[in-house]
């Protein structure tokens, strides 16, 4: 599927964290990458480093060993205001549970990423509008995310992640809180936009039925990457 | 549950120290303020002493008394510093080549009296064998070279020859300041100074050698000579015992000192039960010292009080922001089995630690402050049960604290944990206080107490000769309650016009970084608010503790300026008085003050009489007239009179009425009636100490004395202290008091209060209060908007636009707590000023802004709210993005 640089790229990620006084892996050589438009899904069980992965691919968090690269920039290269940069404009980053500002309205919580970027205000406007038509949510842009359903909220940080028009989008477990219904419209949803934008996208799911809709499911165990998964399989689902 | 207890300590000992700082805050304002005004209620018994020259009388029932072993018994009680022999008749004089017969009042002491008691001064000679005359009787014809006098006791029995004492004239005494010889030593007159024109001083023996015998003799109306107490006069005849009691034994506290003052007054008078009554001369003074104890306790608690409540609140705020961490451990209890009726307790006994630690600390740190304000050892200098006393009030406080803080707790522990998850977001959004408008009610009750008083002339100032007054308590509730409603109200029309300019009723693109957190913070007003709200009533009250102190020294330095009149006043010691000899450039003015005995109708009316044209270039404080003219109309028209208020009152005399007025009642050749016209009322007429009620020309009374004394003004720009020394190094017979002198001998003891230690404490209090009033704001943004923050760092914000908001709200905290606090404070203190002005003589001015120490003050509470925010900000921008977003 990928022809060109891979727009996220983890290389031997090793990550270890202390828990009662000794060292545990959290992952442990994980390599993997994502191409523009190609949609992969991450499962594993509780535990596994599923998210640990995430937040390394998304700079959010440093690799004891290894390496993450988006669009070919090593984050270990860019600190400060530079990865701050790098992230907003390459990466879109779905946290797990509730992930919008409960203080903006739909539409802020879509544009806070132009503003946070500098992009001008008539763009924006027309950016943020463009997007939450996409996600169907037009009607809702005034609302604050109490006034939206579980379904909705997703959508809108879907809408969020989606609107810089980053490289990757990085999805932490984005239908964790939906029914399957729900979640499966969702998931075609993101899957459907980032397509569209041709960005990667690299989800972290628990759902065998969300990861049906990836080009490709890695399996984590323990921190370490199932060789048995990482062949291209559209089927996924296979735990 | 010990074990518990010991393990959520060793595990989360910050929580407990921020629950210990929240009950320390409120017992630490409230701890200093009493040790504060216990202090400076415990100077005002010695205060109230110091003026006092004699303290207690042992006055004979009867001349018959044999006094020597009633002295030997007064001389053995405890406390008792020294006893003088004294004794007083009424003699008639008469001198070789004086005409007829003078009436005189002889008095009798010791020689060493004088050593005791320097207000009596021998001015040439020596008490011992012969008489020394008072310096009225040298002025009067004929004894002033008079070599010897005779002196005849009257009222002796019919038939018998009236006993006569010729004495050698040895020297002259002045008897000026002797005010207890010439006052009524017992009964309700206790104290009335009786008017004597003439008196001589002998030596005790010599009385009780030769005058004595015969006062014992029976007299005319068979009374033998026993003291009447019901008599407002003088006794025509006394034996007395001066005791004087020392100073240190009295207890401090002025109340205390009272009763131990009257205790010791019955244990001097067992001692010759029936042969002596003693009077208690300190009495009154204390009485004054202890109901200006009471009023200066309502005066500290009415500043303080703000404080403590302002500080109590910060205390709640700050342990507020452990609601959440205590809804977690509760939860994590709850699953572990706890039930519900353990989790109250475990949460009881959490606070009560806290309660107990932060109570020791709030007290360690109070008596610090107070170390470093007022230079004592509160610890070594508070006797044990005032500390013991203040102790309790203060942790009480704490506990209350504690209380409030724990009551919402323990009943979240009986309620489900959703139902706590749900208040707990909603606190976000809206506070208790405004759903009831607790701001309008409390500037009804103030307006209402307020006009209550107004209306029933509760604030208005009183005359000069009423100034024991007594407050009562809910009058000072109103400052109060405005302070509280005024600020509430402000916040709450600044928090209605945010919340409707950030209505999201519409989608509008969002503006800059800055335009967007104040649109959010408008989304969700209620912790800025609460932070705003603990500033603004933190700067308020250190405005109006900082506003009010800086009024009262101006309003106290009034009131003595018009109580002393000028820089200087000038008093001949020559007896007879000299006219003031030409004092050099450095005095610029001079003007003669004459106090002038006279009676209107029955009553005795000392006259003040002035020369209007050099009062006018010497006086320091113009006269506060009420109605009619005041030096104008005494210039144009020399029989004018000015009445005081109070006189106007007592004697329904108004502008235009005519009094006729005996001046010089006891003096048979200088006594004369003249009509005065009354031109004016006046509130004070400086000097106001001595107080008088009517005040006219030199011209009207046509006195031929000199000056009681002199009034003088120094040259522009000359310090009174120094002229003050230069003059008494080039004139001989003057006494020359300043300004600073008179404060110390005659100021009642509220006035002298020191308003600025506690000023300077309790400004500093507010500016660390509302310190940390936004640092409270800081951790709940740290607390409650940490996975904000962390979106925003995974959307790709910069640091700087993640503590945008964070600052711009702290800033807003700060400017708002200024904008509103200031104003808010100035207008507390003004009405504090409205309540309290009753104090002074003059009434004081509407308010003093003392712009340095304001300055001072806002830029101290800037640093500390710079530097709280500065820690919030720290934290907000070493967030580890991460582990928040994954919970």
Request: hydrophobic share 50%.
């Amino acid at each position: 599927m990928a022809t060109e640089q891979p727009a996220v790229e983890a290389i031997a990620l090793t990550r270890r964290y202390r828990a009662g006084g000794q060292r545990v892996s959290g992952l442990d050589h994980v390599s993997l990458t994502a191409a523009r438009g190609e949609v992969v899904a991450v499962m594993g069980p509780s535990g596994s480093g599923k998210s640990t992965l995430l937040y390394l691919l998304a700079g959010l968090d440093d690799p004891d060993d290894g390496c993450a690269l988006i669009t070919g920039v090593d984050w270990r290269s860019v600190r400060g205001r530079a990865r701050d940069r790098l992230r907003l404009h390459a990466c879109g980053f779905i946290p797990q549970g509730m992930s919008l500002l409960p203080q903006a309205t739909a539409a802020e919580n879509v544009e806070v990423p132009l503003l946070v970027g500098g992009v001008g205000r008539t763009e924006r406007r027309d950016r943020t509008a463009e997007i939450l038509d996409r996600v169907g949510l037009s009607d809702s842009a005034a609302k604050l995310p109490d006034q939206l359903s579980g379904g909705q909220q997703q959508r809108i940080a879907i809408a969020r992640a989606l609107v810089s028009r980053p490289a990757v989008v990085l999805a932490d477990e984005p239908t964790g809180s939906l029914d399957s219904a729900t979640a499966e419209v969702v998931t075609r949803l993101l899957v459907g936009a980032a397509t569209e934008q041709h960005a990667a996208v690299v989800l972290v799911t628990h759902d065998p039925s969300v990861a049906q809709l990836a080009d490709r499911v890695v399996n984590l165990h323990s921190g370490h990457l199932d060789p048995a998964a990482l062949e291209d399989d559209r089927s996924g689902g296979t735990n | 549950m010990l074990w518990l207890l010991a393990h959520s300590v060793r595990r989360a000992p910050r929580r407990l120290l921020l629950a210990a700082v929240g009950v320390a805050f409120p017992v630490a304002m409230l701890g200093a303020t009493l040790l504060f005004v216990d202090g400076a209620v415990r100077s005002m018994t010695s205060h109230a002493l110091a003026p006092v020259q004699l303290e207690m009388r042992a006055v004979a029932t009867s001349v018959n008394v044999d006094m020597a072993p009633v002295d030997r018994r007064l001389a053995a009680v405890r406390h008792v510093r020294q006893i003088d022999r004294f004794a007083a008749a009424d003699v008639v004089l008469s001198a070789p080549g004086v005409p007829g017969q003078v009436p005189a009042r002889l008095f009798a002491v010791d020689a060493s009296y004088t050593a005791h008691h320097p207000w009596v001064r021998v001015v040439s000679g020596r008490i011992g064998d012969g008489a020394l005359l008072g310096e009225s009787l040298r002025t009067t014809a004929g004894f002033g070279a008079a070599s010897t006098v005779t002196m005849t006791l009257p009222d002796v029995a019919e038939g018998t020859k009236p006993p006569s004492l010729s004495l050698p004239v040895r020297g002259t005494i002045d008897l000026r300041q002797a005010n207890p010889w010439f006052a009524v030593p017992v009964g309700d007159a206790q104290g009335d100074i009786d008017e004597v024109p003439k008196a001589l001083v002998i030596d005790y023996a010599t009385f009780e050698r030769s005058v004595l015998p015969a006062l014992r003799q029976p007299q005319v109306d068979h009374s033998d000579q026993v003291l009447d107490q019901g008599s407002g006069e003088l006794p025509a005849a006394t034996l007395e015992t001066h005791i004087t009691v020392d100073h240190a034994s009295y207890p401090t506290d002025p109340a205390q000192a009272l009763r131990w003052s009257n205790g010791l007054r019955r244990v001097l008078e067992r001692q010759s039960p029936g042969a002596v009554v003693v009077a208690d001369n300190a009495a009154d003074a204390l009485t004054s010292a202890k109901e200006d104890a009471t009023n200066a306790k309502i005066l500290f608690l009415l500043l303080g009080l703000p404080g403590a409540l302002v500080a109590a609140g910060v205390g709640l705020a700050a342990a507020s922001a452990l609601v959440e961490a205590h809804r977690r451990e509760e939860a994590l209890l709850q699953l572990r089995g706890a039930t519900s009726g353990q989790l109250a307790r475990f949460t009881a006994a959490q606070g009560v630690l806290a309660g107990v630690i932060g109570a020791a600390l709030g007290l360690l740190v109070a008596a610090a402050s107070v170390d470093a304000v007022t230079g004592r050892q509160v610890w070594r200098d508070t006797p044990l049960d005032s500390l013991v006393t203040t102790a309790l009030i203060a942790v009480g406080a704490g506990f209350l604290t504690t209380a409030v803080r724990l009551v919402p707790l323990v009943r979240a522990a009986r309620r489900p944990e959703i139902t706590n998850q749900r208040r707990l977001l909603d606190r976000g959004r809206s506070t208790v206080w405004t759903g009831v408008r607790l701001e309008l009610v409390l500037i009804a009750v103030a307006g209402a107490i307020l006009g209550v008083n107004a209306w029933t002339g509760g604030l208005r100032q009183t005359g000069l000769e009423a100034q024991d007054l007594a407050l009562a308590f809910y009058v000072l509730l109103a400052p109060i309650a405005l302070w509280l409603g005024l600020t509430l109200l402000l916040v709450r029309l600044l928090r209605g016009l945010l919340v409707r300019a950030t209505s999201p009723t519409r989608p509008r693109p969002l503006a800059t970084w800055l335009g967007t957190a104040l649109r959010w913070l408008g989304r969700r007003p209620a912790r800025t608010g609460t932070a705003v709200i603990l500033g603004a009533l933190a700067v308020a009250f250190g405005t109006n503790v900082v506003t009010f102190a800086a009024t009262y020294q101006v309003a106290r330095q009034s009131d003595t300026l018009a109580a002393f009149g000028a820089d200087l006043r000038l008093t001949s010691t020559a007896v007879p008085a000299t006219a003031v000899p030409a004092l050099g450039p450095e005095v610029a003015a001079t003007t003669p003050i004459r106090m002038v005995p006279s009676r209107l109708g029955s009553d005795s009316l000392p006259i003040m009489a002035i020369d209007v044209a050099s009062y006018r270039e010497t006086i320091a404080s113009a006269p506060r007239m009420v109605t009619g003219e005041g030096l104008d109309a005494l210039a144009a028209n020399p029989t004018a009179v000015l009445v005081s208020s109070q006189v106007a009152d007592d004697f329904s005399v108004s502008v235009g009425d005519t009094l006729n007025i005996t001046i010089f009642p006891d003096d048979q050749k200088r006594l004369r009636n003249i009509n005065l016209t009354v031109a004016g009322v006046y509130r004070a007429f400086a000097p106001t100490d001595p107080a008088v009620g009517v005040v006219t020309t030199s011209t009207a009374v046509q006195s031929p004395a000199p000056a009681d004394y002199y009034l003088a003004r120094v040259a522009p720009g000359l310090s009174s202290v120094r002229v003050a020394e230069d003059v008494r190094r080039q004139t001989r017979g003057l006494m020359i008091t300043t300004l600073a002198q008179h404060v110390q001998q005659e100021e009642r003891g509220l006035t002298t209060l020191d308003l600025r230690g506690l000023g300077s404490l309790e400004s500093v209090a507010a500016a660390v209060i509302a310190g940390v009033g936004v640092a409270v704001l800081g951790a709940f943004l740290v607390l409650e908007r940490r996975r904000e923050s962390a979106i925003l760092r995974a959307i790709g914000a910069t640091t700087r636009q993640v503590l945008t908001a964070p600052a711009a709200e702290g800033a807003i905290t700060v400017v708002l707590s200024l904008l509103i606090g200031v104003p808010v404070g100035i207008g507390l203190s003004i009405v504090s000023i409205k309540v309290l002005g009753l104090f002074f003589v003059l009434p004081p001015p509407l308010v003093v802004v003392p712009t340095t120490a304001l300055l001072g003050f806002g830029a101290f509470m800037i640093a500390v709210s710079v530097l709280a925010l500065g820690v919030t900000l720290r934290s907000v921008a070493r967030q580890d993005a991460a582990p928040t977003l994954r919970g």
